[in-house]
């Protein structure tokens, strides 16, 4: 018999039709592909990938220098499987989109900046569909979340501060379908003073964070349920209760003094010596 030939795999087809010896991307890293023109007027391909900086140490888009197949009528394909591939493989579903729930306010009013340079044009590259949702003020984002159908939403995304994070687990847990909102898929792309989900997800780089949600591979994130009558509350990762609480929302007042309201705070707390109580219980693993 003869000798059987196994198909390429998708960065090999393109490989071949860009030139082999000057195309190399690792489909790790890859964000996606957009179409443009080179001087003389031909159709090329722009790649996009997620590279570490020799300087910061950290991850940033770099958008590749003009790629030329070698026919004109490739660089629609290659942009096709170079998008699938952003995607993990996966190929893009009509029914569902990325739901994006932007805190302006968040930081410093990083936000917005960091929608318009890094989130949207890697969207853009990828392909994906998605829509957008600036909120107006305070439990706006929970409202999204309670809003949106866990059917038609590929994953949630927050741009903004663990509040925001926290806003947004409200909605998905407190509704009535919470157990097939909670399947929701959740990302934070780290705009916020503090990003404790996206730090403890290793995407502390709004790069880096979208390079997740494109790859698509979520894991479980253990929430807690803090129920103080007639109020219930949803927490991740850390809850507080007694003296660090108190003594972060007894000094909001003193936000003038900078990190010295938590040493006049926790003194504060010490010296009233107050007791506080809690019934706690958990579901073992397994």
């Known amino acids: 018999g003869g000798v059987r030939r196994w198909p390429p795999d998708p960065v090999t087809k393109c490989a071949s039709m860009l030139g082999a010896r ?9 964000l996606g592909a957009t179409l443009g ?3 003389d007027g031909r159709q090329g391909v722009y790649i996009w990938m997620c590279r570490s900086s020799r300087i910061a140490r950290r991850r940033k888009v770099l958008r590749s220098r003009l790629f030329i197949p070698r026919r004109a009528d490739e660089a629609l394909e290659v942009q096709q499987i170079m998008q699938m591939q952003a995607r993990g493989g996966r190929a893009l579903d009509p029914k569902k989109e990325l739901v994006f729930v932007m805190n302006p306010m968040s930081g410093r009013g990083r936000g917005e900046a960091i929608w318009d340079a890094v989130v949207r044009p890697i969207l853009s590259a ?16 929970t409202e999204v979340a309670r809003s949106l159908d866990p059917a038609s939403t590929e994953a949630i995304v927050i741009l903004g501060g663990d509040g925001t994070v926290h806003e947004v687990l409200q909605g998905l847990m407190g509704r009535p379908d ?4 909670s399947k929701t898929p959740l990302a934070q792309v780290p705009t916020g003073s503090g990003n404790a989900l996206a730090g403890c997800a290793g995407t502390s780089t709004p790069v880096e964070a979208m390079l997740a949600v494109l790859k698509g591979r979520p894991a479980a994130l253990d929430v807690a349920s803090v129920f103080q009558p007639p109020h219930r509350h949803f927490s991740f990762l850390s809850s507080y209760m007694g003296l660090l609480s108190n003594l972060d929302v007894g000094t909001d007042h ?17 010296l009233k010596g107050s007791k506080h109580m809690a019934r706690v219980a958990f579901v073992p693993k397994g």
């Open 126 to 141: 990828s392909g994906s569909r998605f829509r957008m949702v600036a909120t107006e003020g305070p439990k706006h984002a």
């Open 22 to 30: 000057k195309f190399k991307v690792p489909p790790e890293a890859l």
């Open 37 to 39: 023109w080179s001087l």
């Open 178 to 181: 919470w157990e097939a909102s």
């Open 254 to 270: 003193l936000r003038w003094m900078g990190e010295a309201r938590f040493t006049y705070g926790g003194a504060r707390e010490l």
